[in-house]
């Protein structure tokens, strides 16, 4: 989903090897080389707004400034930090790798780049290189000699299998994005204005740990969605909100809509999301679940926030690729937001969402706007949090 | 100044240059540091990435990404023929028919995936970021308001660190705290640079260092309010300053106010840092008015149009009345570290106008 993107990212980011430990990420990069073994480096990029591929390999996502790092099969990685020698100090906490240096633009990268060539005689990687401002990119090609591969892809390929550390993470973001969404409801209930409840789910989502949150609602019974932008002291039933947590760097999303009356739309919007749960599973083409929705999505249509991605794929970033519902089927062990929204185009609209991880035999569900989504089973979770 | 008199202006210009078509583009990563032309021509904040295209009889088209933002941007923009968009690029390309002259600004600040798309597309295309964003130097009346209001929430703000900083609790949670408390004063956004230490470097986004008693907490608060960022910058003490560090903080303020001083109409820009710098370098601090340790003393506010540009001593803009940016010494000493002053300041035609109701002052909370 797109959010207003913030100037900068404040709010817990440290690496914590605790959650995510060390061997997490060496692990990660060594599956790296597996897939291009004659690669002599990788350089990485990542900036506050893109920065999925760099936190998944190095764990920093940068707040202000942009930063490249340098992986290599056969030495230790290093990190490129923007802004100058008095911005390291600042990201240091935020990554485990230890070899810190100031980021002094593209040719220095592209020239340690081209001396790892040395070792091994392929092509350097690039991952994220479509983010990059173009003199940077241009400035790294040209000291590296000639263009470097593009490995973007297939680092997204890889984040689809998730370690039970994060696992565990992304079912601690989940408690906290149902912390955010219950107080929500609790403003809302007690009379909050549309901003006081929406911030009132924000204050929580950040006591639950949170380091970033994003909200859109909407004042027109979920016809259009929008962020804040100035206080909103009216009051609006029903509420329609969006929200997305973030802790240890993953993100959960949530869509509801909250009332004092029945609520006709959202509750074939909750029916058809249990319809599209009862429909995943590995191997599952999320193309297919949004097919089967639609064709009993009758008087309703499609609502144009989730069109064509009814099953987004979530976990480093909010969008992730392919960010609709083309691309690859399902499989076991990654983590989806799944959307319906439905608008009749006159009066009612609403968008009902849950948070699941797909597993051998189905999914399991960590956050939902549907009670009972799926039939009961014990929660996969128990493992993790005796 | 009115946004419809800015828009008439740059259209003046697009004559002149002989321009048919005006092709504005921000990429949706809204930023302190990277102006925004899109906002420049229409006011709007988008989501995702978004153009503007304003072509010589003064039609807009506005498009914005996700497609489902285009009724929020059209009630934005009453006037603007909006288009929600999947793909940008591709649909501000469709919009350019024929042989036109175009000119293209913040192509240069794009991700390379995009900026490489409009490249190949558009060979023949002039940049105008200098006749956009020099269009944008001096604020309208709406940014100036919103620039007041984003200053008062700013300090507000600061009254709540004040208020709740203490030792034990991290540079996290301080920030978040600070940047919740002004979003429910109304700012949308924050450029909230916060860090302590007992000799700071510099100012740094914060981490999840605890605060400790004989830290100096260093906050630039940089609220927006409807799109307008305005900031203030402040040092704070955990415990009882010392004797020295008041007084360096002293002469920090002395430098602001000798700046603020020399901010005037029909100066350049480069005189105001000249300023700030003559009452370091008068007490023996020379060598800290230049890089590593300072890069400026102040510079424009955005979101749109970052003009009128850095206080800095290469910055040769002549100030002119309704330019707004900050002014802020911001200075690292040896004997104290690095300690934030800083003010927001409007120009009217006697000269600088700050747009905060107390200035900076070395305040000392419980340790």
Redesign the interface.
């Given at each position: 989903m797109?959010?207003?993107?913030?100037?900068?990212?404040?709010?817990?980011?440290?690496w914590d090897a605790e959650v995510m430990p060390k061997t997490e990420f060496t692990e990660r990069i060594a599956a790296l080389w597996d897939l291009y073994p004659e690669a002599p480096c990788a350089i990485v990029y990542g900036?506050?707004?893109?920065h999925a591929e760099l936190a998944y390999l190095t764990n920093l996502a940068p707040?202000?400034e942009a930063a490249v790092a340098l992986l290599f099969p056969d030495g230790e990685p290093e990190l490129h930090v923007g802004g100058?020698?008095?911005?390291i100090?600042?990201a240091r906490?935020?990554t485990f790798v230890t070899e810190l240096k100031p980021l002094r633009g593209g040719e220095a990268i592209g020239r340690r780049a081209a001396e790892s060539r040395a070792r091994r005689s392929g092509a350097p990687l690039l991952i994220g290189?479509?983010?990059?401002?173009?003199?940077l990119?241009q400035d790294i090609v040209e000291a590296i000699g000639e263009p470097p591969i593009d490995a973007t892809a297939q680092v997204w390929t890889l984040m689809r299998r998730t370690t039970k550390y994060e696992q565990l993470a992304m079912y601690n973001t989940g408690v906290a994005l149902g912390a955010t969404v219950d107080a929500i409801v609790s403003a809302f209930e007690a009379g909050a204005g549309v901003t006081?409840a929406v911030?009132a789910g924000?204050?929580a989502a950040?006591d639950d740990g949170a380091q970033d949150v994003r909200t859109l609602f909407s004042l027109n019974g979920g016809?259009?969605?929008?962020?804040?932008?100035?206080?909103i002291e009216q009051q609006v039933d029903p509420l329609q909100v969006y929200v997305a947590v973030r802790r240890f760097n993953y993100w959960a999303e949530g869509f509801d809509s909250i009332s004092t009356k029945p609520q006709p739309a959202f509750d074939k919007a909750q029916d058809l999301l249990r319809l599209a749960l009862a429909a995943i599973k590995p191997g599952v083409d999320p193309a297919d679940v949004e097919k089967r929705v639609v064709t009993v999505m009758a008087p309703y249509r499609p609502h144009?926030?989730t069109e064509g991605a009814l099953v987004s794929r979530i976990g480093m970033a909010l969008e992730e690729p392919p960010h609709t519902n083309a691309g690859a089927p399902l499989q076991a062990w990654e983590f989806c937001s799944v959307r319906v929204g439905i608008t009749d185009s006159a009066q009612n609209h609403a968008i009902a969402s849950a948070m699941i991880r797909v597993r051998d035999e189905g999914l399991d569900v960590f956050w939902s706007a549907a009670p009972n989504p799926i039939e009961w089973r014990p929660p996969w979770w128990d493992k993790h949090t005796d | 100044m009115n946004f419809a008199e800015r828009l008439a202006d740059i259209r003046a210009q697009m004559q002149e240059r002989k321009l048919d078509l005006l092709l504005a583009v921000h990429d949706g990563g809204h930023f302190i540091e990277k102006p925004n032309p899109v906002m420049v021509l229409s006011g709007f904040k988008s989501l995702g990435p978004a153009a503007a295209l304003l072509h010589a009889d003064g039609a807009i088209d506005l498009i914005v990404t996700p497609h489902w933002d285009a009724e929020r941007a059209a009630e934005f923009c009453p006037d603007a023929r909006v288009v929600g968009a999947e793909d940008v690029v591709d649909s501000a390309l469709a919009k350019i028919k024929g042989n036109v002259a175009v000119g293209t600004s913040g192509l240069r600040a794009l991700p390379y995936a995009m900026a490489s798309r409009f490249a190949a597309a558009l060979p023949s295309a002039r940049s105008a970021d200098k006749l956009v964003f020099d269009a944008a130097r001096t604020k309208t009346s709406d940014e100036i308001a919103n620039a007041r209001a984003a200053a008062r929430i700013a300090e507000r703000g600061y009254e709540r660190l004040l208020e709740i900083a203490r030792p034990g609790m991290s540079e996290d949670e301080l920030a978040v705290e600070l940047k919740w408390c002004m979003k429910t004063l109304g700012a949308e956004d924050n450029f909230l640079l916060l860090c302590a230490s007992s000799h700071n470097r510099a100012v740094q986004p914060s981490t999840g260092h605890r605060i400790q008693s004989g830290d100096i907490i260093l906050a630039e608060i940089t609220p927006s309010y409807r799109g307008q960022l305005t900031q203030i910058c402040r040092t704070v003490v955990i415990g009882k300053p010392s004797d020295e560090l008041v007084c360096k903080y002293r002469l920090v303020v002395h430098a602001m106010d000798e700046g603020v001083a020399a901010a005037r109409p029909g100066v350049a820009m480069a005189e105001v840092c000249r300023a700030i710098n003559a009452v370091l370098e008068a007490e023996g601090y020379g060598e800290y008015c230049h890089p590593p340790h300072i890069r400026r003393r102040g510079h424009g506010l955005g979101f749109g149009s970052a003009r009128p540009g850095d206080v800095a001593l290469d910055n040769t803009t002549v100030l002119e009345p309704d330019m707004l940016f900050m002014i802020h010494p911001n200075q690292y000493l040896p004997e104290t570290g690095y300690l934030l002053c800083g003010e927001p300041v409007r120009l009217t035609e006697h000269g600088a106008e700050l747009l905060t109701q107390h200035k900076a002052a070395l305040v000392a909370v419980a340790g």
């Open positions: 797109f959010t207003s993107q913030p100037t900068l990212l404040i709010g817990p980011s440290d900036d506050r707004v893109h707040k202000l100058g020698p008095n911005m100090g600042a906490p935020l290189g479509g983010y990059m401002p173009t003199a990119r006081d911030l924000e204050r950040y016809h259009t969605l929008q962020p804040f932008t100035a206080p144009p926030v | -």
